[in-house]
Every structure is written in C-alpha cells, then in structure tokens.
Nanobody, 124 residues
Framework: QVQLVESGGGLVQAGGSLRLSCAAS????????MGWFRQTPEKEREFVAAITESGGLQYYADFVQGRFTISRDNAKNTVYLQMRSLKPEDMAVYYC?????????????????WGQGTQVTVSS
C-alpha cells in the first residue's frame, strides 16, 4: 500500500514556474514507477510525465515540449515535477500516481495508487 500526497500547486502567471512534489508513505517507494497526470473539467485525465523506479528513464507527453522535468529522490520518498514556461492551457488539477507493473507508462489504468491532486492555476 502506498499513499501519495501532492503539494506545490498554486496560482502563477503565464511564463512562470512551479515545482510540484509528491510525497509517498509506505515502504519500497523505489519499487514503483511514478507518473504525473492532469485533469480539467473539460478533459479526461491525461498523461504528463513518468519516471522509472531508479529515475534513470523519464517520459513526457508531447505537449510538455521541454518545459517540464520529472525527477525523484528515493531517499526522501518523493517525486517532483518542475514546470517552467507555464501556459494558461496547463491549468489543471495535477495528480501523481504509482505503478508497480508498467513503469514509464502513459496509461492511467496502469497506475494503482493516486494522490488527491493539487490545483495549478495559470493566469494570462
């Protein structure tokens, strides 16, 4: 069992930056692939980024276009999403998720554990 708690969301102007954090409780955090997803009322949950268990591989959605960086610190049981050059269309609730079966996946159905989400608001 893994419990995930996101933080770091908030209000930022277009072009600004935010760093989201996701703290995991429970043991064996390093055994899980981690992902970030986002959702708005108008769209289904969509993939943002994923990172493998050791952090050696990262995967990104096309819309990221080099603006976001996913990383993890297994000693702190935490995964991060550094977001730069934010756009109004990045505004969403951001969720972190954990998978033990398909590390690096962009499919939300592959993820077993989910956080409660953190709101990112980007003003134009």
């Amino acid at each position: 069992q893994v419990q995930l708690v996101e933080s770091g969301g908030g209000l930022v102007q277009a072009g600004g930056s935010l760093r989201l954090s996701c703290a995991a409780s429970g043991r064996s955090f390093g055994n899980y692939g981690m992902g970030w997803f986002r959702q708005t009322p108008e769209k289904e949950r969509e993939f943002v980024a994923a990172i493998t268990e050791s952090g050696g591989l990262q995967y990104y959605a096309d819309f990221v276009q080099g603006r976001f960086t996913i990383s993890r610190d297994n000693a702190k049981n935490t995964v991060y999403l550094q977001m730069r050059s934010l756009k109004p269309e990045d505004m969403a609730v951001y969720y972190c998720a954990a998978t033990i079966t398909n590390s690096g996946s962009s499919d939300p159905d592959d993820y077993t554990y989910w956080g409660q989400g953190t709101q990112v608001t980007v003003s134009s």
